[in-house]
């Protein structure tokens, strides 16, 4: 199966509104109230496309009992370490085409919470065949711990795919046992290089990846919204080019990337199905309404849609 770890999930409320007036009571007639936290996004996705998925982290209180509700309606497996604090909420407004979020830092995860976490996952390491790591860490929690994470799975040969950002991204990269995959986007590329990156310039991102701290690490997808992908492979770089799609909503397509991923490399695809595969897979989640979800048969559609081109 495959593990996913989500370590500060939400409850992710959504609220339509036509007009959006501040200052004044805004009534909301359609609240949707679904599983979040990047790694949730991603467990659903894999789940949706038929893998065989895990989901685990921390979740605490009220809130985290109603996400375990919600897994469980789903038929989706969960294996969580129940925390002391409120599990978070995030509420995104959406309005006149835009999207105004407001996002709760979540619960504080004490020490012995954290030993919990990690004896309950390196027993569930055991019988995993991919691990995958998403999002930020909750407080409480060192910004090196996705480091021990990937640590502990390579200690029993199971490979981590990581979708983090800022310094958790700089640690995990810091670390003498690397991740199996990540996938920054340009923004998270260019941050963690501190040098502004364009999509008009691939070569530059080719030359930027040979850098020394990406050293040991299988593949990095570096995913460009409606422009694809650029994707290092062991040492080659392939330019993955999707089509032209009508998106609904674009959030959580990063996440249903990695589900891509995921779901390729376990069911142990060709590596150039696979960079389709994770194509499709976020594509499919734009074409949806809700984050994090996508229909199977917009999925294999677009897989045939998609070019993979070795770059020089
Ligand atoms: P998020 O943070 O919202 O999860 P991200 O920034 O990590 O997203 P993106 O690069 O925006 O990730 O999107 C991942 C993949 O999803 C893209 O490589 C592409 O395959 C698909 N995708 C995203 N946005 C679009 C779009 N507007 N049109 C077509 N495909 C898209």
Redesign the pocket.
């Known amino acids: 199966m495959i593990l996913t770890v989500t370590m500060n999930p939400s409850i992710d409320i959504s609220y339509p509104l036509d007009r959006f007036v501040l200052d004044k009571v805004n009534r909301v007639k359609q609240v949707t109230k679904t599983p979040g936290g990047?790694g949730l996004n991603v467990t659903r996705v894999i789940h949706d496309l038929g893998g065989e998925v895990t989901a685990t982290g921390v979740l605490g209180g009220f809130h985290g009992k109603f996400l375990a509700q919600q897994l469980d309606q789903e038929a989706i497996t969960h294996d969580f370490t129940s925390i002391e604090g409120e599990t978070r909420d995030s509420i995104a407004i959406l309005h006149e085409g835009n999207q105004t979020e407001i996002l709760e830092a979540g619960p504080t995860v004490s020490q012995a919470e954290q030993q919990t976490f990690l004896e309950k996952y390196q027993q569930l390491i055991k019988e995993a065949q991919l691990v995958t790591i998403s999002g930020s860490l909750a407080k409480g929690l060192p910004s090196n711990f996705y480091q021990t994470l990937v640590k502990l799975a390579a200690e029993q040969q199971v490979r981590v795919l990581v979708d983090t950002s800022g310094e958790s991204l700089k640690q995990v990269l810091a670390g003498e046992v690397k991740p199996y995959l990540i996938?920054p986007?340009l923004d998270e590329l260019s941050d963690l290089l501190e040098k502004k990156l364009a999509i008009d310039r691939l070569a530059e991102i080719t030359t930027a990846l040979q850098q020394p701290i990406f050293q040991g690490i299988e593949w990095i997808v570096v995913?460009?919204?409606?422009a694809?992908?650029l994707i290092k492979y062991q040492n080659e770089c392939y330019q993955v080019e999707?089509p032209r799609?009508q998106?609904v909503n674009?959030?959580?397509?990063?996440?249903?990337?990695i589900a891509g991923l995921a779901y390729g490399l376990s069911q142990d695809h060709d590596p150039k199905l696979i960079m389709k595969e994770c194509?499709a897979a976020?594509?499919a989640?734009?074409l949806q309404v809700k984050t994090g979800h996508v229909d199977p048969a917009d999925f294999h559609q677009l897989v045939k849609k998609i070019n993979v081109k070795k770059l020089d």
Do not use: Q, R, W
């Open positions: 990047k996938k986007n995913s460009l919204g409606k694809g992908a999707i799609i998106v674009p959030v959580g397509s990063g996440d249903a990337t194509m976020g594509m989640n734009a």
